[in-house]
């Protein structure tokens, strides 16, 4: 079984910073990806930003600059920077783990998500 849970959103004002933090548990054996996604209302799930083999990071170009992602493997956890907040930012926050468990398949693993709401 494994768990992933967020935290750290809420609100914020324009131009403001969160950080949020993504926790996995449970028998992992290998981590492939870890990521965060984010959902505006009525919208499809986007990639926000991702660490691909531990090495590769990919931006959502919208957030190029202002959010950085790391990863600390020995704690299967993974965090997103959030700097220069801008309305638009506003959306639910999901962390996406994909690994696998023993020797069995790569699986994605999703997080409940955490609100992050950029207002005045």
């Known amino acids: 079984q494994v768990q992933v849970l967020e935290s750290g959103g809420g609100l914020v004002q324009p131009g403001g910073s969160l950080r949020l933090s993504c926790a996995a548990s449970?028998?992992?054996?290998?981590?492939?990806?870890m990521g965060w996604y984010r959902q505006h209302p009525g919208k499809q799930r986007e990639l926000v930003a991702r660490?691909?083999?531990?090495?590769?990071?990919n931006y959502a170009d919208s957030v190029k600059g202002r959010f950085t992602i790391s990863r600390d493997n020995a704690k299967n956890a993974l965090y997103l920077q959030m700097n220069s907040l801008k309305p638009e930012d506003t959306a639910v926050y999901y962390c996406?783990?994909?690994?696998?468990?023993?020797?069995?398949?790569?699986?994605?693993?999703w997080g409940q998500g955490t609100q992050v709401t950029v207002s005045s």
């Open positions: 996406l783990l994909i690994g696998r468990i023993g020797a069995g398949p790569y699986r994605e693993y």
């Open positions: 449970g028998s992992i054996f290998s981590i492939n990806t």
């Open positions: 660490i691909i083999s531990g090495v590769i990071t």
